[in-house]
């Protein structure tokens, strides 16, 4: 029995200490440890090669851990430490340096995951043209198809996605929607020329592969902003060849201020346009106008629910205008539609001097003409004071016209008797 253990002990000593070199159905280890299956009597060139020569049965390598619990197939170059063994029942492939996968000319390298049979599941491909996620056929750099992207990360500031521009002459790069492939319903992007931008852009309708060059907004690197036009030479210019507007809505309905635009300078506000609903149980408005003083904020002007306008006063009433204050003009020019050169007419009745006497005696004015109170009260129309002066001025010239003929009359009676008198002293003397 001893010497049974002993001769088998020698025999294993002497097949590890001779090189082996094995044939079995074309199966190599050769004397340099490589090992090759289907390779034949030819030294196998590597560690491993597989080779086969039946078209039927195609190259390929199968190993299992038959679903162990705890099991790991681990495929690598890393140290023990880098293993992945928290992937259990798994089979990983892991490098401690570079990962070289490669499919010569057109050859495509696929990932998949979820074959529960022949046929085959959603894949992952890589291709010359690109890397396709849910389909087989990618036309772009990335092609994702019935599924999404999710970029997350926890850290803060500066992760994001970049687009690095690298040409020196004009250029557009955007992200787009599209429907079947054709035009852009909408995209966002930007276009400039080398390293300097032109403007960035939002945009959209168009048939083009991008819409950089009929944006609707954009958005230029002095912080301008242009609706409708890419050369904006305001804060906010918005352009467009018929009427254009732009709308400021209120979802409540509340009494009171609904809106408003604002002008703040280093952080005080120095003038306000604002809207005012000025009746609950309506949509009846003002408009108000604000300007800052020492004290602050002062409504200044007002456009009423009624057209008028206020001026230094936020109750215009039923003037067109009101001004709360003093108004300097080098000319007004008011429209008339009567005008009293009926005064000269041969049929006008002038007032006898003697009736406009005893009226001014009785109230302290003359006829037609408020009175100081009345005045101070209801406040003068100008033109229809205007009208009253101008018809008193053309009466009083009537009177004075009636006048000079008395005047001229009693000059020619008193010169005629003069003429008498002197030859009266003739014939006395």
């Known amino acids: 029995m001893h010497k049974i253990s002993i001769a088998l002990a020698a025999l294993v000593v002497a097949a590890v200490s001779l090189p082996v070199c094995l044939y079995a159905q074309e199966n190599t280890i050769g004397t340099t440890g490589n090992v090759g299956i289907g390779t034949g009597a030819t030294a196998p060139p590597n560690r491993l090669t597989i080779e ?26 890393a140290p023990s430490n880098y293993q992945v063994t928290l992937q259990q029942n798994a089979n990983v492939l892991e490098s401690y340096t570079d990962l070289h996968l490669s499919a ?22 890589l291709t010359n043209t690109g890397l396709g996620i849910g389909t087989l056929t990618p036309t772009t750099s990335l092609n994702v198809d019935g599924g999404a992207i999710r970029h997350k ?30 035009g852009k319903i909408f995209a966002w992007g930007a276009t ?13 309708n168009s048939t083009a592969d991008v819409v950089s060059a009929t944006p609707w907004m954009v958005f230029k690197p002095n912080g301008n902003v ?78 009423a629910d009624n057209g008028s306008v ?14 709360a204050g003093t108004i300097a003009a080098r000319r007004v020019k008011v ?64 009177y004075l016209i009636e006048e000079n003929k008395k005047n001229r009359a009693q000059q020619e009676t008193i010169e005629a008797l003069k003429a008498e008198v002197s030859q009266l002293k003739v014939k006395v003397q």
């Open 335 to 398: 429209t008339q539609e009567t005008w009293p050169d009926y005064v000269f007419n041969k049929d006008y009745k002038l007032p006898d001097l003697s009736e406009v006497e005893q009226y001014i005696n009785a109230n302290q004015h003359l006829p037609e003409i408020p009175s100081a109170a009345e005045v101070k009260k209801e406040g003068l129309d100008l033109r229809e004071m205007n009208e009253k002066l101008l018809r008193k001025v053309e009466e009083l010239t009537l």
């Open 226 to 303: 242009g609706i409708g036009t890419t050369a904006p030479s305001q804060r906010l210019e918005i352009y467009t060849a018929g009427s254009s507007s732009m709308q400021l809505t209120n979802s409540s309905d509340v009494l009171g201020s609904v809106g408003a635009v604002r002008f703040n300078m280093a952080g005080s506000e120095v003038s306000t346009i604002e809207a005012e609903r000025t009746i609950a149980t309506g949509r009846q408005s003002a408009l108000k106008f604000s300007v800052r003083d020492d004290a602050g904020l002062i409504e200044a002007m007002r456009i």
């Open 310 to 323: 206020g001026i230094g006063t936020t109750s215009p009433g039923s003037y067109k205008l009101a001004v």
């Open 52 to 77: 086969s020569t039946n078209p039927i049965v195609a190259n390929y390598i199968r190993m299992e851990h038959k679903g162990i619990p705890n099991s790991l197939l681990f495929f690598g170059t």
């Open 192 to 204: 400039g020329t080398g390293n300097a931008l032109n403007y960035g852009y939002i945009g959209g």
């Open 104 to 125: 010569a000319n057109t050859g495509r390298i696929f990932f998949e995951t979820g074959r529960t049979g022949t046929a085959a599941p959603v894949r992952t491909i």
């Open 153 to 182: 990360n926890p850290a803060g500031y500066p992760f994001g996605i970049n687009i690095d521009v690298d040409f020196p002459a004009g250029w557009a790069r955007e992200y787009s929607f599209s429907y079947g492939a054709t």
